[in-house]
């Protein structure tokens, strides 16, 4: 019997939950289904998912920022279909294929348009933590040093050298020890960077130029004068713009809003439009030739799938969307316009301490409220689990209003959205509606979103799960 993919899909829809109970992962399945995220969506377009009953519903997590474009993009399908009827040789390996030679380009032509045109050399690989395992390669031999900095709370990937370098300590149970030669310095702290550059070993400083996790970012000029210490003592300057890259702080890049000049940046999640896993890392030709610096080292470093067709068609089409529908341009307009209204819902409730956005890269944080009633219904969460608080907030947002955010870091009073770069008045105003209606619930207590707290502690410590950052 042929294979009916069409057919597979449609006997099978509904069995989601139990197949990745049996066969994946069965503890993100609990936690899925505690916090009410365990829906059975059946499509999805532009903003918007769809489940089995037709309800919509507001995508403001975009994959984790991959589907800056929307989700099922026809010009991404189109390229797809086009590449599998040409029937073109794919991944022969011992050549030099087209396809990826044309999105090297686009890059490098991309950066140079940006004000940085010394990056001019690409490695084409197939996710963000693969790219940065790369860049620290990179990195060592291009310098000859064996030491690498990282800033605290920061993420850079789960594979062995990311996680190396990632500043939180949440990831790191369990799999110690590390690299060698890793270590973080503080967000802002110039005396403790240059403490450790001017020891002359450092091959590196890696920085997201803003933090995934809590969406954190310098309010000064501590990047501009972080390069110039890297200048100073002969280390170079890592842009981890994974989750930042390609338009989603409001500008192509993050490291513009600074002004910077990195030396190696990575990039993956929205480079692929959602559909075949792509990354890159893109440098300084020297940089790049130290790695490759003779014949016989040609194939010093790869990856098998990393210059494949269908990735780099899938990259082609993510760029040319972003530059053609100009959505670069309306993430900044429109993270402008989520910003103040962020900006007058935490002048209306006082549980909301800060406001933080790059385009359309986003994060509330909580704080303890004065009045009597909220501060005993705060203390109470607290008391039950520090993590507890912004994840009442997002399941709200989700049971309510069928809106997808996240809790934007462990044990922190922060959510975050990371909306489609295609969002338009409607949906900010709309998301920015909903969370008024949340932040005004929360005032009634005791009430049943408090209430909603003590019952997922007790589903999470009856299934011996804590709650996640998801």
């Known amino acids: 019997m042929p294979f009916d993919l069409s057919g597979l899909v449609r006997s099978r829809m509904g069995e989601n939950y139990s197949l990745h109970q049996k066969y994946l992962n069965c503890t993100l399945v609990r936690v899925q289904q505690v916090i009410g995220f365990d829906k059975v969506y059946e499509r999805a377009k532009g903003a918007y998912l769809y489940d089995r009953e037709g309800n919509e519903y507001l995508d403001f997590l975009s994959g984790f920022g991959v589907f800056s474009i929307g989700r099922n993009h026809p010009v991404p399908q189109k390229?797809?279909?086009?590449?599998?009827?040409?029937?073109?040789?794919?991944?022969?390996?011992?050549?030099?294929?087209?396809?990826?030679?044309?999105?090297?380009?686009?890059?490098?032509?991309?950066?140079?348009?940006?004000?940085?045109?010394?990056?001019?050399?690409?490695?084409?690989?197939?996710?963000?933590?693969?790219?940065?395992?790369?860049?620290?390669?990179?990195?060592?031999?291009?310098?000859?040093?064996?030491?690498?900095?990282?800033?605290?709370?920061s993420f850079h990937g789960l594979s062995m050298g990311s996680l190396s370098l990632t500043g939180n300590p949440f990831f790191h149970d369990g799999f110690a020890p590390f690299l060698p030669g890793c270590q973080t310095v503080p967000l802002g702290d110039l005396a403790a960077l240059e403490q450790e550059l001017r020891?002359?070993?450092?091959?590196?400083?890696v920085v997201e130029p803003v933090q995934g996790k809590g969406v954190q970012f310098p309010k000064d000029d501590y990047f501009a004068?972080?390069?110039?210490?890297?200048?100073?003592?002969?280390?170079?300057?890592?842009?981890?713009?994974?989750?930042t890259g390609l338009g989603r702080t409001g500008k192509w890049f993050?490291?513009?809003?600074?002004?910077?000049?990195?030396?190696?940046?990575?990039?993956?999640?929205?480079?692929?439009?959602?559909?075949?896993?792509?990354?890159a890392f893109v440098t300084r030709r020297s940089i790049y030739q130290k790695?490759?610096?003779?014949?016989?080292?040609?194939?010093?470093?790869?990856?098998?799938?990393?210059?494949?067709?269908?990735?780099?068609?899938?990259?082609?089409?993510?760029?040319?969307?972003?530059?053609?529908?100009?959505?670069?341009?309306?993430?900044?307009?429109?993270?402008?316009?989520?910003?103040?209204?962020?900006?007058?819902?935490?002048?209306?409730?006082?549980?909301?301490k800060e406001i933080r956005v790059k385009g359309l890269m986003m994060a509330v944080?909580?704080?303890?409220?004065?009045?009597?009633?909220?501060?005993?219904?705060?203390?109470?969460?607290?008391?039950?689990d520090p993590g507890l608080f912004p994840q009442l907030v997002v399941s709200q947002l989700m049971?309510?209003?069928?809106?997808?955010?996240?809790?934007?870091?462990?044990?922190?009073?922060?959510?975050?959205?990371l909306p489609p770069l295609i969002v338009g008045t409607k949906e900010i105003d709309g998301f920015l509606d909903?969370?008024?209606?949340?932040?005004?619930?929360?005032?009634?207590?005791?009430?049943?979103?408090?209430?909603?707290?003590?019952?997922?502690?007790?589903?999470?410590?009856?299934?011996?799960?804590?709650?996640?950052?998801v």
Not at 318 to 336: H, T
Not at 366 to 378: D, N, T, Y
Request: charged share 20%.
């Open 254 to 279: 993050a490291f513009e809003h600074w002004g910077l000049e990195p030396d190696i940046v990575t990039l993956a999640k929205a480079l692929s439009a959602g559909y075949v896993p792509c990354g």
């Open 291 to 352: 790695v490759f610096s003779r014949l016989d080292r040609c194939i010093v470093h790869s990856s098998t799938f990393g210059r494949n067709n269908l990735a780099c068609v899938c990259g082609l089409a993510a760029l040319s969307v972003l530059e053609e529908e100009r959505l670069v341009e309306n993430a900044a307009r429109m993270g402008e316009r989520l910003e103040q209204g962020l900006l007058a819902l935490q002048k209306k409730h006082e549980i909301v």
């Open 199 to 205: 020891k002359g070993d450092v091959a590196a400083l």
């Open 434 to 469: 909903a969370l008024d209606s949340v932040l005004i619930d929360l005032r009634k207590f005791p009430g049943p979103l408090w209430d909603m707290g003590t019952n997922f502690v007790k589903a999470m410590r009856n299934g011996t799960e804590q709650p996640v950052s």
């Open 365 to 384: 944080e909580f704080a303890e409220p004065r009045s009597l009633g909220l501060k005993v219904a705060w203390k109470t969460v607290h008391a039950l």
């Open 79 to 153: 390229a797809i279909r086009d590449a599998l009827d040409l029937d073109l040789p794919n991944m022969v390996q011992m050549d030099s294929a087209l396809l990826s030679g044309l999105l090297a380009e686009a890059l490098v032509k991309r950066f140079a348009a940006q004000g940085a045109p010394h990056l001019d050399a690409v490695f084409l690989c197939n996710s963000g933590t693969e790219a940065v395992e790369g860049a620290i390669k990179f990195a060592r031999a291009g310098t000859g040093r064996p030491r690498l900095l990282s800033l605290r709370n």
């Open 225 to 243: 004068q972080a390069q110039a210490l890297c200048r100073r003592y002969g280390t170079l300057l890592v842009c981890d713009e994974v989750q």
């Open 399 to 417: 049971a309510k209003h069928r809106i997808l955010t996240q809790v934007a870091a462990n044990n922190a009073d922060v959510i975050k959205a």
